[in-house]
């Protein structure tokens, strides 16, 4: 069995796609990997420029947009590495990067998932590399520390190795005999808290999520929600399909009403 299976799903991203596979490459050595693309319907050639430039790497096409989780299912269905790296088209992989997440869950058999520090391309921290579940809770401490002492609740610039909640799914790096068990992302969910809702499921078997600062890579990153409508509608639809899957009716209308004020404010 191979190290590494490498499932990035790509829609429209050719340009970095090309410098995520090119990091990827440098990056893997001195691992067994296998990198499996799944293309989203895309009309910018990305096919194309991997047919050309990294032939090696294995190719499903899909004709349309089917979403993150669904297309990150059908990479994992056919990955035969001892562990599975979700990795997003727009990161650059830093050298030694992969071989630091795959050695540290080589030396943790307890924990199912790793993910590392987010960097943004002048090596600022990225926000949101990790948090605690998103209960009522825990959103009215995040909104309540951000508009009172002008912060995040969470540290992302710790160097302490931890054990989180969740990790980002823009580099999140699983264990396939834990995936085995928890089974696949939950393709309800079109994009956003997919990568929430299966380190939930990883932590309920048993398993541990870790975060990992001493492993870094690049995100560029999307346009912020504020900036984006459909990506904000696409994350209250998720934010909703995780409270009625894992908190029950209460928990949900409480959101929904709660939600109500919040995203007049964001459109206003």
Known sequence: MIDLSIIIVNWNTCALLRDCLHSVLASA?????????????????SAEMLKQ????????????????????????????GRYVLLLNSDTVVKPRALAGLVAFLDSHAEVG????RLLKTDGELQEY???????????LRRGLTRLLFKRALHDWGTNRVQSVDWVSGACLMARRAAIDQVGLLDENVFLYFEDNDWCL????????????????????????????????????????????????????????????PYRWLVRN
């Open 29 to 45: 050595v001195p691992l067994s990997v296998e990198i499996i693309l799944v293309d989203n319907g895309s009309t910018d050639g």
């Open 53 to 80: 430039e990294f032939g090696t790497t294995r190719l499903i096409q899909n004709k349309e947009n089917t979403g993150f989780a669904r297309a990150s299912n059908q990479g994992i269905a056919i990955a035969t």
């Open 113 to 116: 998932v790793v993910g590392p």
């Open 129 to 139: 590399a990790f948090g605690n579940d998103p209960s009522l809770g825990y959103l």
């Open 201 to 260: 499921r990883f932590r309920r078997a048993g398993w541990q999520v870790f975060y990992n600062p001493q492993v870094e890579i690049i995100h560029l990153g999307g346009q912020s929600l504020a900036q984006n409508p459909a990506a904000r509608r696409a994350y209250y639809r998720s934010l909703d399909h995780y409270y009625a899957k894992h908190y029950g009716p209460l928990a949900r209308w409480i959101l929904r009403l709660s939600l109500m």
